[in-house]
């Protein structure tokens, strides 16, 4: 199958920074990437929808300036979680689309845990 | 309504049993169905996708998507401890946005 990888797998940063986060498809070309949000026990909420070469679209509720998404590069997405704080700590997820014909489908990256303090 | 259900478990089975796990849908939009394991801390990661109807079977594993019924299942056969964890059924109309179920927590034990 395919392979999403994203890093830092973990990251703890002091609240007020910015940190972020990486996606990557590393045998296939993305033109689109997601990403997701997880508390714990619950299933994986979408934060926004990202294109390469576009603006991402971001869900109802998330805010564009706090979670700002590049997707510079057809096998590269960023999240950036600007002046952390600690209610923004969570299981953070990626995926990408495969398009194959018959084939596509999504693929999730390991996830990033970000801890912030 | 939710536009998937999928009961949450938790799901406790002996080791070599058949595990079934489903989810129900409300939109017949809905072409692009997905099973996602999903262990503690990590990712979802996907064990088996089906394009409209029909069956598909990955060595222990069957994915069955009946649309008239706007059901699908994944069944496990020969359950291992391995197999531990929980199931999250996915759906889209496009590959665009999906709608998850709750997810099921499954164990199995030797």
């Known amino acids: 199958g395919a392979v999403v990888s994203q890093h830092p797998s973990w990251v703890i940063c002091k609240s007020g920074t910015s940190v972020k986060i990486e996606c990557r498809s590393l045998?296939?070309?993305?033109?689109?990437m997601f990403w997701y949000r997880q508390f714990p026990k619950q299933s994986l909420m979408l934060m926004a929808t990202?294109?390469?070469?576009?603006?991402?679209?971001?869900e109802q509720g998330v805010e564009k300036d706090k979670f700002l998404i590049n997707h510079a590069s057809l096998t590269l997405s960023t999240l950036t979680v600007t002046s952390a704080h600690p209610e923004d700590s969570s299981f953070y997820i990626c995926?990408?689309?495969?398009?194959?014909?018959?084939?596509?489908?999504?693929?999730f990256g390991e996830g990033s845990w970000l801890t912030v303090v | 309504q939710k536009e998937v259900e999928q009961d949450p478990g938790p799901l406790s089975v002996p080791e070599g049993a058949i595990v079934s796990l489903n989810c129900t849908y409300s939109n017949s939009a809905f072409q692009y169905f997905m099973w996602y394991r999903q262990y503690s801390r990590k990712g979802p990661e996907l064990l088996m996708y089906?394009?409209?109807?029909g069956n598909k079977e990955d060595g222990r594993f069957t994915a069955q998507v009946d649309k008239s019924s706007k059901y699908i299942s994944l069944f496990i056969r020969d359950s291992q401890p391995s197999d531990s964890a929980t199931y999250l059924c996915a759906m889209s109309a496009t590959l665009g946005r999906l709608y998850f179920g709750r997810g099921t927590q499954l164990t199995v034990w030797p």
């Open positions: 045998d296939f070309q993305a033109t689109t």
């Open positions: 089906t394009y409209s109807s």
């Open positions: 990202s294109n390469e070469g576009s603006k991402a679209t971001y």
């Open positions: 995926s990408a689309r495969v398009e194959k014909g018959a084939g596509n489908t999504i693929y």
